[in-house]
Protein backbone atom coordinates (compact mmCIF):
# COMPACT_ATOMS: atom_id res chain seq x y z
CA UNK A 1 0.00 0.00 0.00
CA UNK A 2 1.40 3.09 -1.12
CA UNK A 3 -0.30 5.55 1.74
CA UNK A 4 0.02 9.76 0.48
CA UNK A 5 -0.77 12.31 3.03
CA UNK A 6 -3.34 14.31 2.70
CA UNK A 7 -2.43 17.78 2.59
CA UNK A 8 -5.63 19.36 1.71
CA UNK A 9 -7.25 17.72 4.90
CA UNK A 10 -4.35 18.47 6.95
CA UNK A 11 -4.93 22.08 6.48
CA UNK A 12 -8.53 21.78 6.48
CA UNK A 13 -8.16 20.68 9.50
CA UNK A 14 -5.66 23.27 11.09
CA UNK A 15 -7.58 26.30 9.55
CA UNK A 16 -10.58 24.84 11.45
CA UNK A 17 -8.59 23.98 14.91
CA UNK A 18 -7.45 27.68 14.32
CA UNK A 19 -10.67 29.18 13.94
CA UNK A 20 -12.17 27.29 16.80
CA UNK A 21 -9.53 28.54 19.12
CA UNK A 22 -10.81 32.29 18.17
CA UNK A 23 -14.28 31.05 19.06
CA UNK A 24 -13.07 29.40 22.15
CA UNK A 25 -10.83 33.12 22.85
CA UNK A 26 -14.31 34.72 22.16
CA UNK A 27 -16.34 32.43 23.63
CA UNK A 28 -14.17 32.06 27.35
CA UNK A 29 -14.24 36.30 26.89
CA UNK A 30 -18.18 36.41 27.22
CA UNK A 31 -18.65 33.82 29.61
CA UNK A 32 -16.24 35.34 32.15
CA UNK A 33 -18.04 38.54 32.29
CA UNK A 34 -21.57 37.07 32.97
CA UNK A 35 -22.31 35.69 36.34
CA UNK A 36 -20.47 32.79 35.50
CA UNK A 37 -17.22 34.36 36.47
CA UNK A 38 -13.52 33.78 35.14
CA UNK A 39 -13.34 30.67 37.60
CA UNK A 40 -16.44 28.98 36.61
CA UNK A 41 -16.23 29.45 32.87
CA UNK A 42 -12.66 28.00 32.91
CA UNK A 43 -13.44 25.23 35.39
CA UNK A 44 -17.32 24.46 33.53
CA UNK A 45 -14.49 24.39 29.64
CA UNK A 46 -11.70 22.40 31.77
CA UNK A 47 -14.42 19.98 32.72
CA UNK A 48 -15.90 19.65 29.91
CA UNK A 49 -13.28 19.43 27.50
CA UNK A 50 -11.45 16.72 29.65
CA UNK A 51 -14.64 14.66 29.65
CA UNK A 52 -15.46 14.72 26.16
CA UNK A 53 -11.55 14.12 24.68
CA UNK A 54 -11.20 11.33 27.64
CA UNK A 55 -14.66 9.88 27.48
CA UNK A 56 -15.66 10.42 23.89
CA UNK A 57 -15.42 7.03 22.89
CA UNK A 58 -17.15 5.70 25.65
CA UNK A 59 -19.97 8.13 24.98
CA UNK A 60 -19.69 7.65 21.20
CA UNK A 61 -20.70 3.79 21.85
CA UNK A 62 -23.15 3.90 24.65
CA UNK A 63 -24.93 6.53 22.46
CA UNK A 64 -25.45 3.99 20.18
CA UNK A 65 -26.08 1.24 21.98
CA UNK A 66 -22.63 -0.81 21.33
CA UNK A 67 -20.71 -3.17 23.02
CA UNK A 68 -17.15 -4.59 22.60
CA UNK A 69 -17.31 -8.28 20.98
CA UNK A 70 -14.34 -10.56 21.08
CA UNK A 71 -12.64 -12.45 18.83
CA UNK A 72 -14.76 -15.65 20.11
CA UNK A 73 -18.03 -14.15 19.22
CA UNK A 74 -17.30 -12.40 15.72
CA UNK A 75 -14.18 -14.15 14.76
CA UNK A 76 -14.63 -13.23 10.78
CA UNK A 77 -14.94 -9.30 11.93
CA UNK A 78 -12.04 -9.60 14.02
CA UNK A 79 -9.77 -11.32 11.65
CA UNK A 80 -10.68 -8.72 9.10
CA UNK A 81 -10.19 -5.46 10.79
CA UNK A 82 -6.75 -6.97 11.77
CA UNK A 83 -5.88 -7.62 8.58
CA UNK A 84 -6.97 -4.32 7.18
CA UNK A 85 -5.27 -2.01 10.11
CA UNK A 86 -2.17 -4.45 9.31
CA UNK A 87 -2.10 -3.13 5.43
CA UNK A 88 -2.88 0.62 6.61
CA UNK A 89 0.40 -0.04 9.60
CA UNK A 90 -2.05 0.86 12.34
CA UNK A 91 -2.47 -1.07 15.67
CA UNK A 92 -5.68 -3.22 15.48
CA UNK A 93 -8.25 -0.99 17.11
CA UNK A 94 -11.04 -2.61 19.59
CA UNK A 95 -14.09 -4.04 17.52
CA UNK A 96 -17.43 -2.82 18.28
CA UNK A 97 -20.70 -4.05 17.43
CA UNK A 98 -24.34 -2.42 18.05
CA UNK A 99 -27.22 -4.61 17.80
CA UNK A 100 -29.42 -1.91 15.13
CA UNK A 101 -30.63 -2.34 11.69
CA UNK A 102 -29.05 0.95 10.77
CA UNK A 103 -26.48 -0.10 8.07
CA UNK A 104 -23.77 2.08 9.37
CA UNK A 105 -20.19 1.91 10.66
CA UNK A 106 -18.07 4.42 12.18
CA UNK A 107 -14.94 5.10 14.28
CA UNK A 108 -13.80 6.84 17.37
CA UNK A 109 -10.90 7.37 19.65
CA UNK A 110 -8.67 10.27 20.33
CA UNK A 111 -5.31 8.18 18.87
CA UNK A 112 -4.47 5.09 16.94
CA UNK A 113 -3.43 3.40 20.10
CA UNK A 114 -6.85 3.62 21.24
CA UNK A 115 -9.06 3.69 18.54
CA UNK A 116 -12.66 1.50 17.99
CA UNK A 117 -14.35 0.73 14.84
CA UNK A 118 -18.15 0.00 15.40
CA UNK A 119 -19.76 -1.59 13.24
CA UNK A 120 -23.93 -2.41 13.15
CA UNK A 121 -25.65 -5.76 12.45
CA UNK A 122 -27.57 -3.68 10.15
CA UNK A 123 -24.63 -2.94 7.77
CA UNK A 124 -22.96 -6.64 8.16
CA UNK A 125 -26.20 -8.28 7.07
CA UNK A 126 -26.45 -5.78 4.27
CA UNK A 127 -23.01 -5.98 2.37
CA UNK A 128 -21.19 -8.95 1.14
CA UNK A 129 -17.75 -9.61 2.46
CA UNK A 130 -15.35 -7.38 -0.08
CA UNK A 131 -18.08 -4.44 0.65
CA UNK A 132 -17.59 -4.67 4.16
CA UNK A 133 -14.24 -4.68 3.59
CA UNK A 134 -14.11 -1.70 1.82
CA UNK A 135 -16.76 0.09 4.94
CA UNK A 136 -13.72 -1.06 7.54
CA UNK A 137 -11.27 0.41 5.23
CA UNK A 138 -12.80 3.79 5.03
CA UNK A 139 -13.19 3.77 8.84
CA UNK A 140 -9.41 3.17 9.54
CA UNK A 141 -8.70 5.75 7.00
CA UNK A 142 -10.27 7.97 9.37
CA UNK A 143 -7.94 6.67 12.34
CA UNK A 144 -4.96 7.00 10.04
CA UNK A 145 -5.82 10.16 9.18
CA UNK A 146 -6.02 11.40 12.92
CA UNK A 147 -9.20 13.22 12.13
CA UNK A 148 -11.69 11.32 14.34
CA UNK A 149 -10.30 13.39 17.46
CA UNK A 150 -10.41 16.81 15.31
CA UNK A 151 -13.54 16.17 15.03
CA UNK A 152 -14.26 15.55 18.41
CA UNK A 153 -12.88 18.66 19.54
CA UNK A 154 -14.62 20.37 17.03
CA UNK A 155 -17.86 19.25 17.83
CA UNK A 156 -17.27 20.13 21.63
CA UNK A 157 -17.69 23.53 21.27
CA UNK A 158 -20.89 23.67 19.50
CA UNK A 159 -22.10 21.17 21.83
CA UNK A 160 -21.66 23.36 24.40
CA UNK A 161 -22.63 26.56 22.99
CA UNK A 162 -26.08 25.30 21.93
CA UNK A 163 -26.16 24.42 25.94
CA UNK A 164 -25.76 27.18 26.76
CA UNK A 165 -28.19 28.63 24.41
CA UNK A 166 -30.97 26.30 25.33
CA UNK A 167 -30.59 26.57 29.50
CA UNK A 168 -28.87 29.96 30.23
CA UNK A 169 -32.45 31.61 30.52
CA UNK A 170 -32.21 29.15 33.89
CA UNK A 171 -29.13 31.66 35.34
CA UNK A 172 -30.37 35.05 34.28
CA UNK A 173 -32.93 35.76 37.64
CA UNK A 174 -35.58 38.05 37.82
CA UNK A 175 -33.02 41.36 38.13
CA UNK A 176 -32.23 43.23 34.49
CA UNK A 177 -29.25 44.08 35.89
CA UNK A 178 -27.89 40.39 37.48
CA UNK A 179 -29.60 38.31 34.00
CA UNK A 180 -28.19 40.93 31.48
CA UNK A 181 -24.14 39.40 31.56
CA UNK A 182 -26.13 36.33 31.42
CA UNK A 183 -28.56 37.19 28.27
CA UNK A 184 -25.57 38.03 26.54
CA UNK A 185 -23.66 35.18 27.11
CA UNK A 186 -26.35 33.00 25.58
CA UNK A 187 -26.91 35.19 22.44
CA UNK A 188 -23.17 35.26 21.65
CA UNK A 189 -23.59 31.43 22.74
CA UNK A 190 -25.87 31.36 19.81
CA UNK A 191 -23.75 32.92 17.14
CA UNK A 192 -20.45 30.61 18.27
CA UNK A 193 -22.89 27.64 18.19
CA UNK A 194 -23.68 28.41 14.54
CA UNK A 195 -20.01 29.21 13.26
CA UNK A 196 -18.81 26.37 14.68
CA UNK A 197 -21.41 24.36 13.43
CA UNK A 198 -20.61 25.32 9.94
CA UNK A 199 -16.97 24.79 10.54
CA UNK A 200 -18.05 20.99 11.55
CA UNK A 201 -20.01 20.69 8.67
CA UNK A 202 -17.35 21.73 6.22
CA UNK A 203 -14.21 19.90 7.67
CA UNK A 204 -16.56 16.95 8.01
CA UNK A 205 -17.80 16.42 4.19
CA UNK A 206 -13.82 16.66 2.74
CA UNK A 207 -12.77 14.15 5.58
CA UNK A 208 -15.65 12.12 4.63
CA UNK A 209 -13.50 12.50 0.53
CA UNK A 210 -10.25 11.76 2.15
CA UNK A 211 -10.63 8.29 3.83
CA UNK A 212 -13.05 7.31 1.22
CA UNK A 213 -9.65 7.76 -0.95
CA UNK A 214 -8.03 6.19 1.67
CA UNK A 215 -10.01 3.15 2.56
CA UNK A 216 -9.69 2.73 -1.37
CA UNK A 217 -6.37 2.75 -1.11
CA UNK A 218 -6.04 0.00 1.92
CA UNK A 219 -8.31 -2.52 -0.01
CA UNK A 220 -7.36 -1.33 -3.57
CA UNK A 221 -10.71 -2.03 -4.64
CA UNK A 222 -12.48 1.76 -4.84
CA UNK A 223 -15.54 -0.21 -6.67
CA UNK A 224 -16.37 -2.30 -3.62
CA UNK A 225 -16.89 1.19 -1.64
CA UNK A 226 -18.96 2.76 -4.12
CA UNK A 227 -21.31 -0.61 -4.05
CA UNK A 228 -21.20 -0.61 -0.27
CA UNK A 229 -22.13 3.29 -0.59
CA UNK A 230 -24.94 2.68 -2.69
CA UNK A 231 -26.70 -0.25 -1.00
CA UNK A 232 -26.33 2.11 2.95
CA UNK A 233 -27.65 5.17 1.04
CA UNK A 234 -30.41 2.80 -0.65
CA UNK A 235 -31.60 1.10 2.64
CA UNK A 236 -31.73 4.17 4.90
CA UNK A 237 -35.18 5.31 3.89
CA UNK A 238 -36.48 1.45 5.22
CA UNK A 239 -34.71 2.65 8.91
CA UNK A 240 -37.19 3.00 11.11
CA UNK A 241 -37.59 6.47 12.14
CA UNK A 242 -36.96 6.00 15.94
CA UNK A 243 -33.66 4.71 14.84
CA UNK A 244 -32.92 7.71 13.15
CA UNK A 245 -33.46 10.18 15.74
CA UNK A 246 -31.68 8.08 18.49
CA UNK A 247 -28.72 7.96 16.32
CA UNK A 248 -28.50 11.65 14.32
CA UNK A 249 -26.49 13.12 16.87
CA UNK A 250 -23.56 10.56 15.79
CA UNK A 251 -24.31 11.74 11.96
CA UNK A 252 -20.30 13.85 11.98
CA UNK A 253 -18.68 10.29 12.55
CA UNK A 254 -21.32 8.05 10.39
CA UNK A 255 -20.10 6.32 6.96
CA UNK A 256 -23.41 7.41 5.80
CA UNK A 257 -26.16 10.31 7.51
CA UNK A 258 -29.08 8.94 8.40
CA UNK A 259 -30.44 12.88 8.02
CA UNK A 260 -32.84 13.15 5.28
CA UNK A 261 -34.78 16.01 3.17
CA UNK A 262 -33.49 19.27 1.80
CA UNK A 263 -32.66 20.73 4.88
CA UNK A 264 -30.81 17.33 6.11
CA UNK A 265 -28.95 17.53 2.67
CA UNK A 266 -27.94 21.36 3.38
CA UNK A 267 -26.79 20.91 6.83
CA UNK A 268 -25.37 17.53 5.94
CA UNK A 269 -22.31 16.32 7.81
CA UNK A 270 -21.35 14.05 4.69
CA UNK A 271 -20.78 15.00 0.52
CA UNK A 272 -24.06 13.39 -1.30
CA UNK A 273 -23.18 9.82 -2.14
CA UNK A 274 -23.71 10.24 -5.67
CA UNK A 275 -20.36 12.53 -5.74
CA UNK A 276 -18.58 10.31 -3.31
CA UNK A 277 -19.27 7.14 -5.79
CA UNK A 278 -18.38 9.30 -8.77
CA UNK A 279 -14.92 9.66 -7.28
CA UNK A 280 -14.36 6.14 -6.41
CA UNK A 281 -15.04 5.38 -9.96
CA UNK A 282 -12.58 7.65 -11.21
CA UNK A 283 -10.31 6.29 -8.93
CA UNK A 284 -11.37 2.56 -10.44
CA UNK A 285 -10.29 3.56 -13.80
CA UNK A 286 -6.98 5.05 -13.09
CA UNK A 287 -6.31 1.83 -11.71
CA UNK A 288 -7.59 -0.28 -14.30
CA UNK A 289 -5.45 2.09 -16.85
CA UNK A 290 -2.37 1.84 -14.69
Not at 175 to 183: F, T
Not at 186 to 215: I, P, Q
Not at 272 to 280: A, D, K, Q
Request: glycine share 8%; with cysteine; hydrophobic share 45%.
Amino acid sequence: MEWKTDWGLRARMGLTMVLLLALYAVFLGVLAYSDIGLVGTVGIMALFMGGQFFFSDKLALRSMGAHEVSEQEYPELHATIGRLAQQADLPKPTVAVSDTRTPNAFATGRSPSNATVCVTTGIMNTLDREELEGVLAHELSHVKNRDVMVMTIATFLSTLAFMIVRWGWLFSGDSDEGGAPVMVAVLVSMVVGVVSFLLVRVLSRYREFAADRGGAIITGKPAALASALMKIDGRMDKVPSDDMRNQADMNAFFIIPVSAGAIGKLLSTHPSTENRIERLRDMERDLETA
